[in-house]
């Protein structure tokens, strides 16, 4: 007994010691999705791409800092992108959400961020604050902490009043935006607190948007009006742009502005899709150094929309933040270098897999403690209600967790669907409130808070007033500006957003413009997730000249849905306690009549004898249970061996084979029975098997196929296929459903991918990979019994299995994984899902006529697909080129996709035909085939 309970007490401490450590680590067992939703992180990924980023830096060092996932993660990178660590924001209460904002780094790696608390909406800001983090990630300190509590209804709105993170010696500069007055601060190394430096107010309605450098007479800040000013030593300030004569208009937004410290500024210019850099020694010219059209012409196809931030060094070489990559450009506007995924270091991946260990043992060891304690507890002798509780109450527990999980799901998904439906509503009712004519007078930033402004801002809050079921705080309003088929953002619930910056068409907000009716979708990008409703403002001419947008914050409606969780947690915790409580009850007044089990056990044994009995309880319904297994073991004997014999032949008929011949056994089985089907054919063998089977013993042999077969068989099983023979080293199976393309294509993806995982275990063991081939056909068979009447067996007699193992036979020769014909490809019921590319024409040996076939090439490496993705355009063009005679443009067109491709051996086959017919010409009989015998 004492070991038993020393086992017991290791195991719960194990646990919760490894328990404990996963869960302060558990970001490293999670990961976000492009949708911003968390998902298991599997401990073998190398790299992690990096999703909807609003900003990076790099350092001096050539460290990059970036702020990913939607303001949710920081990951800082080194010179060759490998994670060195990672912060991911919790927020203190489920009422609360979390944002980064801001970067900066001193040059001994401290890093400087914002981090903005906002409420649970996702839309007022409830506080913000600077903090450090060491140069390891770890948080170090709070600088300075600003509370916002809506005085005098002065609410801010997704980002709050820091401003311009620079550090400059090693000392942090920020700025502090309150109605027209700014201040700067100043925190530097061995400082208990910060600084007051200076402050400035802001020309008569100006509203401050970023600043720019540190002292006076050097500093320069932009407004939400479009301006760029100049601060002078003695506090005044003076428009630096646009001057008259600029050649740039008032939608010229200056966004994300920098300066270099040499003289030059540096912003986003969304109207005209440029990076614009402004000389102030010759403020008339703007010089465009980077440009959506000049990519565009170079091949690098770029959405300014996804523009997000830059950053400037003091050479004037820039780091531009896109949702989906970051770009590093030289001082003259060339891209050097394009980021969109991050490695993780080998101290990182070693941290992940300890986490994932520790997760697994804690895992293992509440498991096994549980069933040590069932097992010692169960073998003892004690009451029966005691017993009875021990197997019913987890039952219960579970029962009711699960009940509570579909509650919360199918709630959810209500709550989801009746928020949809009242932004549609808010959003059909709020259009009736913006004059459309008005709205067209809105022409650039230079309306910013002008009179129509702020009518047009309390037009979009009216909608509101008197509804006691809505709060505006609940919603996040936006007004768009629709002009010549662009749309422009006006008025937004993001003190963040700039005025009049074009915005990313998209189905939804198009289908709006198109069709004038009310649309509801789902948005992510690097403020969040969203759910919105568009709804149509007209103009008196009745054309759509705006838009009106009410969404809602789906982080936001996740936390309400946390909390509603929990309260139906506690709700189904008492209510599975009284039911507790009643069993327990019911189980003491069922012992009295416990003894009546004798008879009914008895009545059992008179008949029903796939009742088995195992008690072990030493008390008389112990004896019972005793006389019941020895009246009926001999039957269970028998019984089991009918069914072992069942289940034997089952290996050697399929069932499903009597299912196609109309049997119900074996035993019905008649020489010649047979019927004709129409199914999909999969044929797989190992590549040079004769030549591996060379260098093994018979023995050796016959295991390594068997644990082959053993290892690709069950892919056949799991998507609806039957093995109808085995080929020595390969399968012929039949996949005979309605989508029977689909489940071959899916069995014939799946080996392939088990493959990498079969070969990577034979590397460990120390023997050579191998590799497999696998054609899918489709067409009309026979299956039936063939032989004489002392030995059958079943078959397929089929033209079309003889095409099966005759295509198996071009894979290594086309160089593909998985060949299929057009026959298949034309039955596939979800054909978009797949990844292939079409091979064109291809003579088969012993066929008349030649077949288009297909490459299917979704189970291939990871890198082998990225490149015929790549080139699949490219490839099929070339098919189409050589198949009416035009070698030499098909030609060219593969040799394109050799250099990006180097082992696409299909292309090399192209090239070399293309190459002879081009030289020698063609034979008469030629009709656009490739020859491949």
């Not at 302060?24 to 401990?43: D, G, S």
């Not at 009451?383 to 509780?389: A, E, N, Y």
Request: proline fraction near 2%; charged fraction near 25%; include cysteine.
């Amino acid at each position: 007994m004492k070991k038993v309970v020393a086992c017991l007490v290791l195991l719960a401490i194990a646990a919760a010691a490894c328990g404990w450590y996963a869960y302060l680590h558990r970001n490293m067992l999670v990961e976000y999705t492009e949708e911003q939703k968390l998902a298991v992180e599997m401990p073998t990924k190398s790299s992690i791409s990096l999703q909807n980023m609003s900003a990076a830096l790099t350092s001096d060092d050539g460290s990059m800092y970036v702020i990913a996932n939607s303001k949710k993660t920081i990951y800082k990178l080194d010179a060759s992108d490998k994670i060195q660590y990672e912060i991911v924001e919790t927020p203190d209460t489920v009422s609360e959400l979390n944002n980064f904002n801001e970067l900066a780094v001193d040059s001994k790696g401290y890093l400087y961020t914002v981090n903005t608390v906002l409420d649970s909406y996702g839309l007022r800001v409830k506080s913000e604050q600077i903090v450090r983090f060491t140069p390891k990630g770890v948080f170090d300190r709070v600088i300075h902490r600003l509370d916002y509590y809506d005085q005098n209804n002065k609410k801010r709105l997704r980002v709050g009043n820091f401003k311009s993170l620079m550090v400059q010696d090693d000392v942090l500069y920020y700025y502090v935006n309150a109605d027209s007055d700014v201040t700067q601060y100043r925190f530097g190394e061995g400082a208990s607190e910060k600084q007051t430096t200076f402050s400035f107010k802001l020309p008569d309605n100006k509203y401050l948007e970023e600043v720019q450098g540190i002292a006076r007479g050097s500093i320069y800040y932009s407004t939400r009006s479009g301006e760029i000013y100049s601060l002078a030593a003695d506090g005044r300030s003076s428009v630096v742009y646009p001057l008259p004569g600029t050649n740039r208009t008032n939608r010229n937004y200056p966004e994300s502005l920098k300066a270099d410290g040499n003289g030059n500024l540096y912003f986003l210019d969304y109207y005209m899709n440029a990076i614009s850099r402004l000389n102030l020694k010759n403020p008339y010219v703007l010089e465009t150094l980077f440009s959506a059209e000049e990519q565009q012409a170079k091949g690098n196809e770029l959405s300014f929309y996804d523009m997000r931030s830059l950053m400037v060094n003091g050479n004037g070489e820039l780091t531009v933040t896109v949702m989906d990559r970051i770009m590093q450009l030289g001082s003259n506007g060339e891209v050097k270098r394009t980021i969109d995924s991050a490695l993780y270091s080998g101290g990182y991946r070693s941290m992940r897999l300890l986490t994932w260990g520790a997760a697994l043992v804690a895992l293992i060891a509440f498991s096994a403690a549980a069933l040590i304690y069932y097992v010692y507890v169960m073998k003892r002798r004690i009451s029966l209600m005691l017993k009875q509780i021990m197997v019913f109450v987890p039952i219960i527990v579970i029962s009711m967790s699960v009940l509570s999980y579909f509650i919360y799901t199918n709630f959810s998904k209500k709550l989801e669907e009746e928020s949809l439906r009242e932004l549609a509503m808010l959003a059909h009712n709020g259009r009736n409130l913006i004059d459309g004519d008005k709205l067209e007078q809105m022409n650039s930033p230079l309306d910013y808070m002008n009179e129509d402004y702020q009518k047009f801002r309390r037009s979009m809050d009216f909608v509101f007033e008197g509804k006691s079921d809505f709060r505006n705080d609940d919603y996040y309003k936006a007004l768009y500006r629709v002009e010549n088929g662009v749309i422009y953002r006006l008025i937004e619930d993001d003190d963040s957003a700039y005025m009049y910056q074009p915005f990313e068409s998209t189905p939804a907000n198009a289908q709006v413009i198109k069709e004038g009716k009310v649309v509801t979708d789902q948005w992510v990008d690097d403020t969040g997730s969203w759910m919105y409703a568009l709804s149509p403002l007209y103009n008196a001419k009745g054309e759509v000249v705006g838009l009106y947008e009410i969404s809602k914050n789906l982080e936001g409606i996740v936390q309400h849905r946390k909390q509603l969780l929990r309260g139906i947690v506690q709700n189904l915790a008492i209510i599975t306690g009284v039911l507790i409580v009643l069993f327990m009850v019911m189980t003491y007044f069922q012992l009295a009549s416990i003894r009546k089990l004798r008879k009914s056990v008895t009545e059992i044994a008179s008949g029903n004898w796939d009742v088995s009995v195992s008690i072990r309880t030493r008390d008389e319904v112990q004896d019972l249970g005793e006389k019941f297994n020895m009246m009926t073991q001999h039957i269970r004997d028998y019984i089991a061996q009918i069914t072992r014999f069942s289940e034997a032949y089952y290996r050697f008929v399929p069932q499903q084979f009597l299912q196609y011949l109309d049997k119900r056994s074996i035993l019905d089985v008649q020489l010649g029975d047979q019927v004709e089907q129409d199914m999909s054919i999969l044929v797989t063998n190992i590549r040079s098997f004769y030549r591996m089977s060379k260098r093994l013993t018979p023995e050796e042999n016959f295991n390594f196929i068997n644990s082959y077969l053993k290892r690709f068989g069950p892919y056949i099983h799991h998507n609806g296929g039957l093995v109808n023979k085995y080929l020595g080293a390969g399968i012929m199976a039949l996949f005979p459903n309605a989508s029977g393309s689909d489940d071959a294509l899916r069995s014939a993806i799946e080996m392939r991918r088990e493959l990498d995982i079969y070969n990577m275990h034979r590397a460990n063991s120390g023997y050579k990979p191998v590799d497999i081939g696998i054609a899918i056909h489709k067409g009309p068979l026979r299956l039936g019994i063939i032989g004489e009447e002392k030995r059958m067996e079943n078959n397929v007699i089929s033209d079309d299995v003889n095409m099966a193992n005759e295509l198996e036979k071009l894979t290594d020769t086309l160089g593909v994984s998985v060949l299929a014909t057009e026959h298949v490809m034309r039955t596939v019921v979800n054909r978009d899902r797949f990844q292939y590319r079409c091979l064109g024409l291809i003579r088969v040996e012993g066929k008349d006529a030649p077949i288009v076939l297909y490459d299917v090439y979704e189970g291939d490496t990871e890198t082998i697909r990225a490149l015929k993705d790549r080139t699949k355009a490219l490839f099929e063009r070339g098919v189409e080129l050589y198949q009416v005679g035009r070698f030499y443009d098909a030609r060219e067109a593969f040799v394109q996709v050799i250099k990006i491709n180097r082992q696409d051996q299909a292309a090399k086959l192209y090239f070399y035909m293309c190459d002879e017919y081009y030289q020698n010409g063609t034979t008469s009989d030629w009709n656009g085939t490739l020859s491949v015998s």
